[in-house]
């Protein structure tokens, strides 16, 4: 069965520095994946996807992500980081299996953004 | 447009009460999906809906019941409240096509304490 699990429930960087959150896969056919942000008290909202084109993905806000297959990963980076970049992350994956009818989730990763 | 609208926004159930969550759409999305979100457990899928007429169970279903008679509406159905069922809960839709390649759109949430 699909599923995806993400490294560290929380992540802390300074201003200005890189942020990389972890993502990896687990699927026995090709998947899309996706990450999602979730400010406080709001629903989520797509950062990219992958869908078996390009491996390297750029998103919204300075994000971008890369589909390594050997790495079964999926690993989300900003060169830089913004304070308003402080939310919690989740990575999602579907796959042919559930006739991509069906979004599942890793637990989430919570970027703290310090001055 | 609206989006996804969500209500009620909170809610204080006794163990035992009924309750109906509302969703409502107005993008004419095909796909409409309940996810339940608690701590550290990321979204986990209750159910979901492929058209007017048509649901299926996700990860999480029991205690819980949908119907979808429009394609605008898909409301959640809780029959008998356990605390078990404290969590916050996002109602999501996504336009026809290609697998799920497209985004989900969210609602704000329903936070619901079962007491």
């Known amino acids: 069965a699909q599923s995806v699990t993400q490294l560290g429930s929380h992540v802390s960087v300074s201003e200005g520095a890189l942020v990389l959150l972890r993502c990896n896969y687990s699927s026995s056919v090709p998947p899309y994946l996706f990450w999602y942000v979730q400010y406080p008290n709001q629903g989520l909202q797509l950062l990219l996807k992958y869908t078996s084109a390009a491996t390297l993905v750029k998103g919204i806000n300075g994000f971008e992500a890369e589909f390594k297959k050997s790495e079964t990963s999926f690993h989300l980076t900003k060169p830089s980081a913004h304070m308003s970049d402080a939310a919690e992350y989740f990575c999602?994956?579907?796959?042919?299996?559930?006739?991509?009818?069906?979004?599942?989730f890793g637990t989430g990763t919570r970027l703290l953004v310090s001055p | 447009n609206a989006g996804v609208t969500q209500t009620p926004k909170f809610r204080i159930l006794k163990i035992g009460q009924s309750m109906t969550l509302q969703c409502t759409q107005d993008?004419?999305?095909?796909?409409m999906y309940w996810y339940r979100q608690d701590p550290g457990m990321g979204l986990k899928l209750i159910y979901y809906?492929?058209?007017?007429?048509?649901?299926d169970k996700g990860e999480v279903p029991n205690g819980y019941n949908v119907s979808r008679s429009t394609t605008e509406d898909f409301p959640l159905r809780l029959e008998l409240a356990a605390p078990s069922q404290t969590s916050v809960y996002f109602c999501a839709s996504r336009p026809p096509g290609q697998g799920s390649g497209e985004k989900l759109f969210f609602g704000s949430g329903t936070q619901l304490s079962v007491l």
């Open positions: 999602a994956v579907s796959d042919r299996d559930t006739g991509f009818q069906k979004l599942v």
């Open positions: 809906s492929v058209g007017a007429g048509i649901t």
């Open positions: 993008m004419n999305h095909n796909y």
